[in-house]
């Protein structure tokens, strides 16, 4: 079975534009996840999508957004870009079983710079 | 408010050597407890999970982990490191049913060949 795959792999954008990440789950897999890892903060959670809404959220400010599709892939949107935005983010993808045991899987992470 | 502690930042075995990294959470509810694995250049994946039932849990790669309830803790251990285990690993919670992943800091782990 396939894992989790984002694209693109790397990106550099600058101040004040905006980017767009795709991620696509393990096949029959539902829930998608996003993250943020940096040096200083490590890894954060940014938002949980399942059937193409929004389910869980963390604390970053409404310049992140995401959404998912019928097909369960997602994306995540960063708008204004600031140079505190570069960071890696992840996408992790469970079978988003509600009320049961949780196992989330890794894609290999889209790294941002921004200039 | 959740959270979870890894205490050690850096650490530097040699080969054959005995590994106990430190886990602690703080979670209300019923926890779920992970460690994650970062090698060079590659993405996390998965060492092992705890969910309920035995709190000695083995994971891949001859890895694992032991849940006590009373000190808050999830400690990753592996009897004897390799080289191979170079990398960066990660403990993490969440509570039963939720997908939010709350990490822990990381702990870089270099081993000397």
């Known amino acids: 079975k396939a894992g989790v795959t984002q694209t693109p792999r790397y990106l550099i954008k600058t101040r004040g534009q905006q980017v767009t990440l795709s991620c696509s789950p393990i096949?029959?897999?539902?829930?998608v996840s996003w993250y943020q890892q940096t040096p200083g903060q490590g890894l954060q959670f940014l938002f949980e999508?399942?059937?193409?809404?929004?389910?869980n959220k963390g604390n970053f400010p409404g310049r992140f957004s995401g959404r998912q599709f019928s097909n369960s892939r997602s994306e995540m949107n960063v708008s204004t870009l600031e140079l505190g935005d570069s960071a890696l983010y992840l996408c992790?993808?469970?079978?988003?079983?509600?009320?049961?045991?949780?196992?989330?899987?890794f894609g290999p992470g889209t790294r941002l710079l921004v200039l | 408010a959740q959270s979870v502690s890894q205490h050690n930042h850096h650490v530097i075995l040699s080969e054959a050597a005995s590994l106990e990294l430190g886990c602690n959470y703080s979670y209300g509810g019923t926890v779920n407890l992970f460690w994650y694995v970062q090698y060079p250049g590659q993405h996390l994946q998965l060492l092992l999970k705890y969910f309920s039932g035995d709190p000695l849990v083995k994971g891949i790669k001859g890895f694992e982990a032991e849940f006590i309830k009373s000190k808050f803790s999830f400690n990753l251990r592996k009897p004897s490191v390799q080289w191979s285990d170079t990398a960066e690993y990660f403990c993490?919670?969440?509570?039963?049913?939720?997908?939010?992943?709350?990490f822990g800091t990381g702990t870089r782990l270099t081993i000397i060949p």
């Open positions: 999508y399942f059937s193409e809404t929004q389910r």
């Open positions: 993490a919670a969440s509570n039963f049913g939720n997908e939010k992943l709350t």
């Open positions: 992790a993808s469970s079978l988003g079983l509600a009320g049961g045991p949780v196992t989330q899987y």
């Open positions: 096949s029959g897999h539902r829930s």
